[in-house]
């Protein structure tokens, strides 16, 4: 079914080849299925669940999961203060992927732009920024954020800048790697001789063959900070009441693990499943942009009836 509808979407070519790559990988194509889930409940998820997630229902605290008695949302059970877990992962995959996404994007554009800077300029501001990049990563990323965040007090904006800082390095190494080989290429050289300014050099003809590098890092990156980000919101520097995440919730059902497990559990699964599906996609996405192991995908076959 799934390779019927492939062949029958009008699609370019190039979308219509990934389509099919993505068709034969079933791994990957389930890890797809589950972020489209994933991303139309971060969307619409919020307009359904309404006040829910944090409207009191004392009658059902601590609801046991697998029973919709009490509706649809209680499907997966009922946390302590009687709210539906369900609608409670809704919201929360609203507040955790968007604090993940804000803080890879400020540190994609802040570690591109140096890495740019650092790796076409050979003064000595590029050599600060390599120094600075290497006194980040000196520091275990979670231990630089709880020092941080316990001297300037819990909140998403301080939460979204250290998570921001503390994954700048990989892109400003990435990018500085990618320019040093670009700026060496004719093109560069031909639009030197032009009369081409530096600025126009590196931001027109050098950023726009960065950036397709810079993306595949910021996805493979974005499972990485959504565990930071449930860490911190663990230990009680992240997100603050009334508004939560994730990880949050996990710490709020961590001393009912013997009595109401599910209140942990189903955060803890979506934590998982999620980080799980960004590592298989993004280890595809490789698979596929590297000619030398496209074969692995161009050789799968449909399995005979």
Known sequence: MADVLVQSAKLPGNARQL?????????????????????????FGPLLAGDLASKLGLRHRNLA???????????????TL????????????????GIAAAAVLCSMATGGML???????????????LRLADVIMSFPSLLLALIVLYTLGPSITNLV????????????????????????????????????????????????LVLPTLGTIAAIDFATVILAESSLSFLGLGIQPPDFTWGAMVANGRGYLSSAWWIAFWPGLAILLTTLSLNILASWARTVADPLQRWRLQSLRKAPR
């Not at 709210?83 to 995959?93: D, Y």
Request: positive net charge; aromatic residues 10%; proline residues 3%.
């Open 115 to 129: 890495g740019l800077i650092a790796g076409y300029s050979e003064r000595w501001y590029s050599h600060v920024i």
């Open 161 to 208: 800048i250290v998570l921001a800082i503390t994954r700048m390095p990989i892109f400003i190494r990435t990018a500085r790697a990618e320019v040093l080989e670009l700026r060496e290429r004719m093109f560069v050289s031909a639009a030197r001789s032009m009369g081409a300014s530096s600025g126009r050099i590196l931001f027109r003809h050098i950023a726009p």
């Open 19 to 43: 389509a099919i790559y993505l068709v034969r990988d079933k791994l990957a194509l389930c890890a797809a299925l589950f972020l489209i889930v994933l991303l139309a409940c971060v969307l």
């Open 82 to 97: 009687g709210r539906p877990i369900l609608a409670r992962l809704i919201v929360g995959a609203q507040n955790t992927l």
């Open 65 to 79: 999961p697998f029973s919709a008695e009490q509706g649809f949302m209680y499907v997966l059970g009922a946390d």
